[in-house]
């Protein structure tokens, strides 16, 4: 929903995510690989169930599911077609 | 790499899958949601560390990571652009 750099840091942005159950902030360690404006109204697979953890500042609670490619260059994940929020991945 | 029907099942797919550290073949219940061609040549995330299963006489050695919507319809995960086979999800 929206995407911004988190101040005084070069991989961290903070991410606001609709994951179908609430509206929640985590930060992501992605700044290197996305810029912000290209994220928002993009889906992404979240793990929601982890412990809040407090980054900079901002409490982040969960993680973005991405792939790490041999060459360390992350993608991010996505369904083949458009999905409704909330989707559960197994 | 190739997929196609289980004999006698509805639900099963053989699909032929190229990991990036081997070929192997996963026994997948997508059948009622995608089409075997449809599956043939498309990246998808999978579950390669499972003890491997034997479904119809088939050695699955792996599960394909899916996205299920609340009205049970399945879609295929896949990186927002084409990875190199054996990218590590995390």
Redesign the interface.
């Known amino acids: 929903m929206a995407a911004e750099r988190v101040a005084k840091t070069k991989k961290l942005l903070k991410l606001t995510v609709d994951t179908g159950i609430d509206t929640r902030e985590i930060v992501s360690g992605i700044a290197e690989h996305y810029e912000p404006e290209a994220l928002v109204g ?1 889906q992404v ?1 979240v793990l929601v169930n982890l412990e809040p953890r407090e980054l900079k500042g901002i409490l982040s609670r969960g993680m973005i ?7 360390g260059k992350l ?7 458009a ?2 929020e ?5």
């Open positions: 993009r697979l599911l991405m792939a790490q490619e041999p060459s993608r991010i994940l996505r369904p083949d077609e999905s409704t909330g989707a559960i991945v197994g």
